[in-house]
């Protein structure tokens, strides 16, 4: 008998590490960082390689005030300066995990903030879904085991999370010996490589059937699903470009499957009103289930949408697009846009740890994100933060909600974290 | 007695929430209670009179005068008494009303007429996205009452919606009727893509012909007496609406989507096309 | 430097204490004897005509998780009512609707703010407890800790469809309660969550998972009897089959027998007390149900009482929920299969007093709670917040001590449902004594926190000092103080320092090689691998807020 001891995280990392890589909602914890010059990296897909490569390329530790190199103290003045002055912030980017999300909810909570995420334009579709109708979804182990039928829609899958297949599709073992999943790919994008589908053909060879439409067809096409689901006559031969048989057939192959998943994203979907989208396939989802078993499966957009909206929610009771009066939160999923309130606010903090997304707005900006990030218009306050999942360790919502997992520090250096840099300005708006 | 006047001393920075200058509100408070009142702006809570200057005493006959985009709320939750806003309004006009009317002579942001209940809330301008919407979460939109535009309404309208009438004299734009739980809503002016989406009851009276989903069913021209009844229920009411006369209409039916059993009802001059 | 409370009436009935005056020392966050030397005592409480209880703790609270996080999500206009800017300003009553999914703050606010020092999450799903942990840390005031969901996991069940012998399976549970950083084992509708994703819709105790051949009476076996073995005090957390079905009395009944004697803890036993009879085939089995529960001291029970108003229902149990998700109200839920660890189900819900079934469930929670003789063996519960939310509970214990307020309450009720209750008949009155057993020692003692729930020398100095008043729930809603740890935390019903609990946990010993398969099977069929699933201590430490308390296990009889 023994009690069971877990590995307390270093401060000093040796190499070889096996580690979780934040560059998409998938949250592969089996890469395995070997040698960082070269950089080498096990297990590392496209978008991984872009990530770490950009995080190694690291050039600059020093904050800047409008542009000139600053030190820490002078810069962390310099931005509470900016928000003590404000009187509508706007907290945009939002490209951090927990912790960070953390530090932020306690910034905005002093300087009455208004929060928005880089991608909500994609996850507000999924959330005025849940607040609207609900829906019934599944996670990722449950893909890898049950499914035996795939439709994804509007979306190709691995160009926002490549090894999607790799590890989920056409894995060699599963709980329920399951056959290989049929795969269904309804109005992709054209914008998106053509090779892309490849991924879903199977390790036999079997191609997927590919239904080309217009992506933005799809508030048609699914209500045309869903009146075939009800059993209503539909008064064209075809909608979208697609024929009613080839629906009826789409139809047809998920009521007969074990284990259908439904799989979308909704930042493919590139038009107003998309939550309507969404939940026209959510509805089609909870109708299928009144017999069969059918799961939706929503994609992420990245940059920690889901660890923010997660995080926000405990912390003030709402997703972000909310706003601070002291600890009281407020919401408005429409009109608390990014879009909206960049013309609008009298100071910016943008936060982007993860990429160089750089932000657009006339108001004084303090941007606290990425070391490489360049900026077209120079702001403010830049101050350089460590790369969570790369200078610092962490907490992140994989993409299905359902799993926290812990990011590593994978080196050392003198990049302060974000929720230390948010913490400082915090106390000097005491 | 002379109306209580709000007017707009200067160019607003941020939107304001006006939902406390109400007839409920400031019904027994003085003038210059009334300009002492705080209200948010920004971060700070400032005085009324810092923002509008203030005359009149009669709280049950508000005015507003100069006004702008960034009044938001104006009349929220209103249950009595009259607004007269002589200019623009903000997002949210009218949110929640209970009873009473509000005219706006100009144009007003989304979400006119949010989980409005009963009154009369006029537009003579255009007005945005989510007119006779719900507010977040709300699986209900305008629970009744009545509301005339006299220009154009963006997309969306009478998403949710529950009970009451919606008249548009101009445009209405896409998923006009989305969701529609029941209630009425006419559009004399065109309408834009995906009209009746996933409408579950409720009618929709046009008189341009509509791009409708294949989901949506034809079911020919009718002759519906009810009509009539109908728009002499209009009379009353300022706006072109109350002119129409016919009983003779092309119906379809749907959102087939979601079972529904919503009506768009097509009347003339299209309706021969 | 002590406190002294001084002249309190002491309710502690760990130590047979029954409205006994005497005075408190507490010194660096512990209750302790007398100071030989009195000119130590540097503050003193006069708390003369008060009463005083050890803090009260919420054995089963939906505190963390997912599940409420989905449920604020889902349920923004349960919010709605903290609009600064509203007119006329909302006033709080006990069943607002957004205390059904307060934030994490408010939550560890509003505890306190009754006397509450400790709430537990009883459905802490393995692959998601750090986000519980998450939650609770973010959770200020209160100490926490939370039951790990086993039993419809996929390894559990080829565990027990392989018939892998007990010892492995003892191994695998006190795995999970190391990783998970959890104090006690709960199972939801045993093997029908995982059933529902083979498409069974129903399953009852002894029908088999299609596809493992197993049946909820031999996980409620095997579970009940792991959970003893590594002498964990928390007995197995039991959330039966067919939660709310007409006529699953019976299931709850012979759940009962399915441990073959070993301690069990049926939880919010209310949903459970359903019988047939009657016009609308649905009726109270209180009667059968609190008369088993006299009758079978190995069992205790939560009663999970409902309230009228609007709340939310959140529940591991995907696949009742299912069935439920057309009595949502407003129509909304979200219904997920989460990880072959386990499933959940979130909707909102709208008890009506007018309601035939809702009256009556109404009816029969407190039907259970006054047929019920033991105050040990049962627990103050609304399962939070699925049949009201916990800021009810003075209401409920109003209730309770209060013949005639009940018996008014009754009287407003669906006329049908009352002619199927005899809670008139019921004379009982829960005296304060009864009141700090369900609420204080006999939780402290069921989960095993051997330093909570009373008053005795050693004790954490967790107090709660109320003015002894006729209207009970005026009285449980408002505490003149609240200790937290020795620390004045509450005066006058509302915070005055904020303090952050600790994380009460356990942790048997068990064999590591559990984690050679366990590692492999990760591996193979999961998406994360079995090192990111285990919570490290100083994940919840390392803050500067969180801390872990590891509470010693029982000693084991074989």
């Given amino acids: 008998m023994a009690e069971l001891h877990l590995m307390k995280s270093s401060n000093k990392p040796t190499l070889p590490i096996t580690h979780c890589c934040p560059a998409c909602g998938l949250l592969c914890d089996d890469l395995v960082l070997t040698s960082t010059s070269p950089l080498n990296i096990k297990n590392a897909c496209t978008k991984s390689i872009s990530f770490y490569n950009s995080a190694w390329l690291t050039n600059s530790n020093t904050p800047r005030i409008a542009g000139k190199a600053s030190d820490f103290n002078t810069a962390i003045q310099a931005a509470a300066d900016i928000l003590r002055a404000s009187n509508q912030p706007l907290f945009a980017g939002l490209g951090t995990e927990v912790q960070g999300m953390r530090a932020i909810v306690a910034l905005a909570k002093k300087t009455h903030a208004t929060l928005d995420h880089m991608h909500s334009e994609s996850t507000v579709a999924n959330t005025l879904t849940i607040q609207h109708s609900g829906w019934q979804t599944t996670t990722l182990t449950e893909v890898k085991n049950r499914a035996d039928v795939i439709l994804a829609i509007g979306t190709d899958i691995v160009s926002s999370h490549p090894r999607f297949f790799e590890k989920l599709v056409w894995n060699e073992h599963s709980l329920f010996d399951k056959p290989r999943p049929e795969i269904i790919y309804l109005a992709v994008p054209k914008h998106l490589s053509a090779d892309n589908l490849k991924a879903g053909i ?112 405990w912390l003030s009771g709402y997703p972000t697009r909310s706003r601070f009066f002291a600890d009281q939160a407020s919401y408005d999923a429409h009109h608390f846009s990014s879009n909206q309130q960049l013309n609008k606010c009298d100071a910016l903090l943008w936060v982007s740890s993860f990429n160089t997304q750089q932000p657009t707005c006339d108001a004084p900006t303090i941007v606290i994100g990425h070391p490489n990030m360049q900026f077209d218009i120079v702001p403010a306050v830049f101050i350089p933060v460590g790369i969570p999942g790369v200078d610092h360790t962490g907490s992140m919502f994989r993409m299905d909600s359902s799993v926290v997992m812990p990011l590593k520090q994978l080196r050392e250096n003198q990049l302060p974290s974000l929720s230390e840099v948010v913490l400082q300005i915090e106390a000097l708006l005491t | ?141 305008m629970g009744g009452g009545t509301v005339l535009v006299k220009g154009n309404a963006g997309d969306r309208v009478g998403d949710q919606m529950r009970r009451g009438l919606i008249l548009i004299e101009g445009n209405a734009g896409d998923y006009c009727a989305s969701r529609m739980i029941a209630g009425t809503i006419g559009v004399l002016g065109k309408v834009g893509s995906y009209t009746g989406f996933n409408m579950q009851r409720g009618t929709l009276l046009l008189a341009k012909t509509p791009r409708l989903n294949a989901t949506m069913q034809n079911c020919g021209t009718h002759t519906l007496p009810f009509l009539s009844l109908m728009f002499k229920s209009f009379a009353t009411l300022d706006t072109q ?13 749907g959102d087939g989507a979601c079972n529904g059993n919503g009506e768009i009802l097509l009347i003339s001059p299209d309706l021969m096309h | 430097m002590i406190t002294c409370l001084k002249n309190g009436r002491l309710y502690d009935p760990a130590q047979q204490k029954n409205g006994v005056l005497e005075d408190i020392y507490i010194a660096q966050g512990r209750i302790v004897a007398k100071p030989s030397d009195p ?103 209160i100490d926490k800790g939370g039951y790990a969901m086993l039993g419809n996991d996929d390894y559990f069940l080829r565990m027990l469809a392989s018939k892998k012998d007990q010892k492995s399976i003892n191994d695998y549970v ?88 070993l301690p069990m803890h049926l939880t919010h036993i209310q949903f459970h007390s359903y019988g047939t009879e009657g016009d609308k085939k649905f009726s109270s089995a209180a009667a059968q149900i609190s008369e088993a529960l006299n009758k079978n001291k190995h069992i205790t029970a939560d009663v999970g009482q409902i309230l009228f108003g609007q709340t939310v229902t959140a529940s591991g149990d995907s696949m009742m929920q299912q069935l439920n998700a057309k009595h949502a109200n407003p129509k909304k839920s979200v219904l997920m299969d989460i990880e072959c660890d386990a499933g959940c189900g979130v909707l909102p819900f709208k008890y009506r007093d007018q309601n035939y079934v809702n009256a009556l469930q109404w009816a029969i929670g407190l039907e259970l709670f006054l047929s019920v003789e033991d105050p040990w063996r049962i627990f103050l519960t609304t399962d939070h917040p699925n049949g009201a939310p916990f800021t009810s509970y003075p209401h409920l214990i109003r209730l309770l001590m209060d013949k005639s307020f009940r018996n008014e309450a009754f009287a407003k009720l669906n006329l049908d449902a009352q002619a199927m209750s005899n809670l008139t008949s019921l004379n009982r009155e829960y005296s304060l004594y009864e009141i700090a057993i369900m609420t204080r020692a006999g939780a402290a003692k069921l989960i095993g926190l051997n330093d909570r729930g009373h008053l005795g020398v050693g004790a954490g100095a967790d107090i709660t000092v109320y003015t002894d008043q006729a209207d009970r729930e005026a009285m449980f809603a408002k505490p003149d103080y609240v200790f937290k740890d020795g620390e004045l935390v509450v005066k006058d019903g509302k915070v005055v320092k904020v303090v952050w609990g600790t994380t009460h946990t356990t942790k048997p010993a068990f064999d590591i090689r559990v984690e050679k398969d366990l590692k492999d099977y990760f591996n193979r069929y999961h998406t994360m691998q079995l090192d990111s699933v285990k919570i490290h201590a100083d994940e919840i430490s390392s803050d500067g807020r969180g801390s872990i308390n590891v509470h010693q296990n029982k000693q084991v009889s074989h």
């Avoid at chain 3, 606010?109 to 799903?125: C, K, N």
């Fill in chain 1, 202 to 313: 199977s390790p036999a060879g079997k191609a997927p059937t590919v239904i080309a439409a217009d992506t933005a067809k799809l508030p048609e096409i699914i209500s045309a699903l869903n009146a075939l689901m009800n059993n209503k006559k539909i008064t064209e031969n075809q909608v979208a470009g697609i024929t009613i048989e080839a629906l009826q057939s789409i139809l047809d192959t998920l009521k007969a499957a074990q284990y259908a998943v439904i799989i979308w994203s909704a930042s493919n979907f590139q038009y107003a009103h998309a939550e309507l989208t969404v939940q026209s396939i959510t509805h089609l989802i909870a109708k299928l289930n009144e017999n069969t078993r059918v799961a939706g499966l929503p994609l992420n957009a990245g940059d920690g949408d889901t660890s923010v909206n997660n995080t926000s929610t």
């Fill in chain 2, 1 to 141: 007695m002379a109306a209580l006047t709000f007017t707009l001393k200067k160019t607003l920075q941020f939107s304001i929430d006006c939902s406390a200058l109400t007839p409920n509100y400031l019904a027994n408070k003085s003038t210059s209670e009334i300009a002492s009142l705080l209200i948010l702006y920004g971060k700070n809570q400032i005085r009324v009179d810092e923002i509008f200057s203030v005359s009149g005493d009669d709280a049950q006959n508000i005015h507003f005068k100069n006004t702008s985009h960034q009044l938001d709320y104006l009349g929220a939750n209103m249950s009595s008494g009259h607004m007269h806003i002589e200019g623009d309004a903000g997002a949210y006009l009218g949110f929640g009303l209970k009873q009473g009317t509000i005219h706006c002579h100009g144009n007003t942001l989304a979400f006119a007429a949010c989980n409005m209940q009963n009154g009369l809330i006029r537009i003579d301008g255009n007005t945005g996205d989510f007119l006779g919407g719900a507010s977040a979460g709300l699986r209900k939109g």
């Fill in chain 3, 39 to 141: 000119s130590k005592v540097t503050k003193t409480f006069d708390l003369s005509g008060k009463i005083v209880m050890a803090g009260a703790i919420d054995m089963h609270s939906h505190i963390g998780g997912g599940k409420i996080n989905i449920a604020r999500m889902m349920l923004p206009e349960f919010q709605e009512s903290k609009q600064y800017s509203e007119p006329e300003a909302h006033i709080c009553t006990p069943n607002c609707s957004h205390h059904a999914t307060p934030n994490t703050t408010d939550t560890g606010f509003r505890y306190i703010e009754m006397g509450y020092t400790a709430a537990f999450e009883p459905a802490l799903m393995p692959i998601n407890a750090r986000q519980a942990h998450l939650e609770m840390a973010d959770t200020p005031m």
């Fill in chain 3, 174 to 261: 006190a795995w999970i309660l190391h990783s998970t950083q959890s104090i006690g084992i709960k199972v939801v509708n045993p093997g029908g969550i995982n059933a529902f994703k083979f498409n069974q819709r129903k399953l009852d105790l002894d029908e088999n998972n299609r596809h493992y051949q197993i049946s909820p009476r031999e996980i409620l076996k095997s579970l009940s009897r792991a959970v003893h073995e590594l002498g964990i005090a928390k007995p197995l957390h039991v959330h039966c089959n067919n939660l709310g079905a007409a006529g699953n009395f019976e299931t709850t009944l012979n759940t009962m027998n399915a441990s073959d004697g």
């Fill in chain 2, 241 to 253: 609406f109350a002119s129409i006369s016919t009983q003779r209409v092309q119906r379809f039916v």
